[in-house]
């Protein structure tokens, strides 16, 4: 299979720990997005990356989260001083960007299977 | 980016066509509606996608009349695997940086 992977997919912690989930995404796709989904709500966008460069952050962001994309491949989000707010699903997808010289209208977003996270 | 009202649930019995209707009155002229469809525990997965008219894949249709105010997916002959959330969404054709996600609609199909 080589979909979008995630990992742990269930991340139990106390309060104030920090923790680090994985995603990797479809190897051909250069985008890569992290989205947060509590319960009963859609997905809400977090960040994204094209390659390496994260290029947007959403204000649900706060200082205490950082995502990376080192070598343009797997991404990590680190949420440093969890709260209890911070549990929810958090969901990774990845799209491949076929540019100005693309003829599709839309780079479709795989989604992963989520890592879920409580705080306690 | 347009927002997007659905109903909140539906119910419908194995065997049925299912028409789930959005609004997007502010859609932009290059704006596309797509649908995804989300499973208990899963990520959500993308169903179809369409600028104008009418859009058929294997999995559903998606009509789309001609002041693109609205949209409708139809699913048909939904089967119990057919239970999720679907979500209908107004995508920046050629962006997608990101999806902008409303509430969906969560259909139960009942045996």
């Known amino acids: 299979d080589t979909g979008v992977s995630q990992n742990p997919r269930h991340k139990i912690t106390k309060r104030g720990q920090n923790v680090t989930f994985r995603c990797d995404p479809i190897s051909e796709h250069n985008r890569l997005y992290w989205y947060r989904q509590t319960l009963g709500q859609g997905p809400e966008f977090l960040t994204y990356f094209q390659n390496e460069a994260q290029l947007e952050k959403s204000r649900l962001l706060s200082d205490r989260f950082s995502a990376e994309r080192p070598k343009g491949s797997f991404s990590t989000l680190e949420i440093q001083r969890t709260e209890q707010g911070d549990s929810a699903m958090y969901l990774c997808?990845?799209?491949?960007?076929?540019?100005?010289?693309?003829?599709?209208?839309?780079?479709?977003?795989?989604f992963g299977p989520g890592t879920r996270l409580t705080v306690l | 980016l347009a927002k997007t009202t659905q109903p909140i649930s539906m119910d419908s019995y194995e065997g049925q066509e299912v028409n789930i209707t959005c609004s997007h009155n502010?859609?932009?002229?290059?704006?596309?509606i797509t649908w995804y469809q989300q499973f208990p525990s899963q990520g959500p997965r993308f169903i179809i996608q369409g600028y104008k008219t009418k859009v058929t894949n294997e999995v559903a249709s998606l009509f789309i009349p001609a002041d693109r105010k609205s949209s409708t997916l139809s699913l048909p002959r939904v089967s119990l695997s057919d239970t999720a959330v679907y979500y209908c969404l107004v995508v920046l054709s050629g962006s997608a940086r990101q999806l902008t996600f409303g509430s969906g609609t969560q259909l139960t199909v009942l045996p």
């Open positions: 997808a990845s799209s491949l960007d076929y540019g100005l010289a693309g003829v599709r209208s839309y780079n479709e977003q795989f």
């Open positions: 502010n859609i932009a002229t290059n704006d596309y």
